[in-house]
């Protein structure tokens, strides 16, 4: 059993540590504070190939593996977790779909954008009354000629201010229920298609996260994505993909924060030593330390299934999830604990590590819906 990365998995691993280091870290409290999505970093991003990773060099990505995409994500996320998730929502929840379940035609025509920066990709489940019960959705299309009409609207949608292309999912037959849901690829200047509220939100606040309205959109029928009725399938598989970097930008999340609460309780002192002296505090820093190792062998081995054409990961992708969002959520907690009321102010990152993790359990399915799934695999 070998636990390394490979050659080029470690060297892609040091660039972007380089890379976040030097160009996303110095800007990351200021983006969480103003809320301006980073175009400028995402741009330099795409020209590292990070931002079609996972997709074939023939359409402009890196041509490269899952276990890379989490190693990306997690040292990104390291340091910014807003523009950790930019980067995992457009290689796998809107690149991956439109290159595993599209045509030929649709793969040549939105990849390359997406993978040099050019447009940034979102997709569209979670509505204002529907979240997790996907096959609750009230969004809706119905063929009119040679489009879909597509209507209802869409909520908590990251990238989604800025996005250009959007994978969006919607009834076409409700009868059918889940059978009768259906993916399409949109367009940001489709006719009937508007953007709503920009969500002002606690944590990853850079990440242009906003409704979509769709008002009798017109959508070309050559943009349903894979068979009509395959859209329930599409958006669990894609789900399955995407957990494994939502998995790896909690380990990064909390990689940041441990590694920011050990310097701090090595320079830090009280009642005459440093803080990393008291055992309280080693007990934390040996706690911390186990769970993100725990996770990350997680999410790495999730990956692994990915890459290797495990035909079901769902199993494997849900631990990493829940595991890692708990982990990212214990070691800010933690990490914010070390840092005593300094820990409270903006003048130290654990408070924007400890606001971005709790997402970590809400969203990409939340931790309640990880353990059904986990829990359904065994019970089968």
Known sequence: ???????????????????????????????????????????????????????????????????????????ISRVCASTGVIVAVNNSLCAYPIYHFGNEKQR?????????????????????????????METTARIDGNYYILNGTKRFITNGRESGTFVVFAFTNKELKHRGISAFIV?????????????????????????????????????????????????????????????????????GAFDAALKYS?????????????????????????????????????????DKGVERFSKEAAMAKWFAAETAMEATRKATQIYGGYGFTKDYPVERYYRDAKIMELYEGTSEIQKIVIARSFLK
Request: glycine share 8%; with cysteine.
């Open 1 to 75: 059993m070998n636990f390394d990365l490979t050659a080029e998995q470690k060297m892609l691993q040091d660039e972007v540590r380089k890379f976040a280091l030097k160009e996303l870290e110095p800007v990351s409290a200021e983006i969480d504070k103003s809320g301006e999505f980073p175009w400028a970093n995402i741009k330099k991003l795409a020209k590292l190939g990070l931002m079609g990773i996972v997709v074939p060099e023939k359409y402009g990505g890196a041509g490269s593996d899952f276990v890379s995409l989490a190693v990306a994500v997690e040292e």
């Open 108 to 136: 040549q025509k939105y990849l390359p954008s997406l993978c040099n920066g050019e447009k940034i990709g979102a997709l569209a489940v979670t509505e204002p009354n529907t979240g997790s019960d996907v096959a609750s």
């Open 187 to 255: 367009e940001r200047d489709t006719p009937g298609f508007s953007l709503g509220k920009h969500e002002d939100l606690l944590g990853i606040r850079a990440t242009a996260n906003c409704e979509l309205i769709f008002e009798d959109a017109k959508i070309p029928k050559e943009n349903l994505l894979g068979k009509e009725g395959d859209g329930f399938k599409t958006c669990m598989h894609t789900f399955d993909v995407s957990r494994i970097d939502i998995a790896a930008q909690a380990v990064g999340l909390a990689q």
């Open 266 to 306: 090595q320079e830090r002192k009280a009642f005459g030593q440093p803080l990393c002296e008291f055992e309280m505090v080693q007990a934390m820093i040996a706690e911390m330390a186990t769970h993100i190792q725990a996770a990350r062998f997680l999410v790495y081995y999730a990956a692994f299934c990915k």
